[in-house]
């Protein structure tokens, strides 16, 4: 792993992991024509995904700490029978809904794990995929806006966001995008709908790095690689917090659409470049 690299897939990382345009379907990308093989940079994607990781953190810590404390205070209501008491206390109902989401998608994860597993091996299901994000994206504008809260959310628009998290799995699908669609499609208000997609993002991307790191358990790490991969990650955390800030301002003030066009127009190059060049 060169520094050069380490930039490039740190700050690839980092923006396309929160903006709508797969950050999978770009590291796909990136590794077949840098030639750069998936088993020498799987320790290095893994710790991208904790660059990220602090992102979400930083730009979120009040909420996470506010879950967290409300996690035990639930457990500590269930052991003395005072109840879920779910609908009297909105974070405590946001992470309920947050677990929801998070359990709905890791049982799509585990279920189609070798499928989603083939699908990186080429870059047709990339193309694929980034057509479908495209696709969601756009249609997701003609949605009449919704006003609902985690006051209004319910089980079912938590499922919804958690199916749609699984299908993110595949290359191309943007999870951030299909999950914040999935909002959309339920009436979510538009800052709340970004909000949940960005919360959700953390077990996800925490849950992914976990196992990871326990599959690649006594992997050897060369001395070499140590700058580049903390280099990576540093700049996959900072790019992030941007591209994080960054749809936050777009979702409330601008068009998706845009996002459209570019992931439409990346995977027709990708086409040109399978059917007459490669």
């Known amino acids: 792993m060169t520094y050069l690299e380490a930039i490039v897939l740190g700050l690839v990382q980092g923006l396309t992991e929160f903006l709508p345009v797969s950050s999978s379907g770009h590291l796909t990308i990136l590794q077949h024509f840098f030639n750069i093989e998936a088993d020498r940079v799987i320790i ?5 995904h904790v660059g990220t990781l602090f992102s979400v953190t930083f730009m979120y810590w009040r909420d996470l700490k506010e879950l967290i404390i409300e996690l035990f205070v639930t457990i500590k209501d269930l052991v003395t029978g005072k109840g879920l008491r779910l609908y009297e206390n909105p974070i405590r109902k946001l992470g309920v809904m947050m677990v929801i989401t998070t359990l709905v998608t890791a049982v799509i994860g585990l279920l189609f794990e070798d499928i989603f597993i083939s699908f990186y091996k080429s870059l ?19 949605i009449k806006p919704g006003k609902r809260n985690i006051n209004h959310m319910n089980f079912r628009n938590a499922m919804f966001i958690g199916v749609m998290q699984g299908i993110a799995i595949c290359p191309g699908i943007s999870r951030s995008g299909a999950t914040l669609v999935g909002g959309l499609t339920t009436k979510l208000d538009r800052a709340f709908a970004i909000k949940y997609a960005f919360l959700i993002s953390f077990p996800a991307i925490l849950g992914s790095a976990v196992l ?5 358990m006594g992997s050897p790490v060369e001395v070499s690689s140590i700058g580049p991969i903390l280099l990576g990650m540093i700049i996959a955390a900072i790019s992030g917090i941007f591209a994080i800030k960054a749809m936050i301002t777009i979702v409330s003030k601008y068009s998706l659409k845009y996002f459209s066009v570019y992931v439409w127009t990346i995977s027709f190059l990708l086409t040109v470049y399978l059917l007459f060049i490669k």
């Open 124 to 142: 047709v299901p990339v193309i694929i995929g980034l057509v479908i994000t495209g696709t969601l994206l756009w249609v997701s504008e003609s």
């Open 44 to 48: 290095f994607t893994v710790l991208l």
């Open 212 to 216: 990871e790191i326990g599959g690649m």
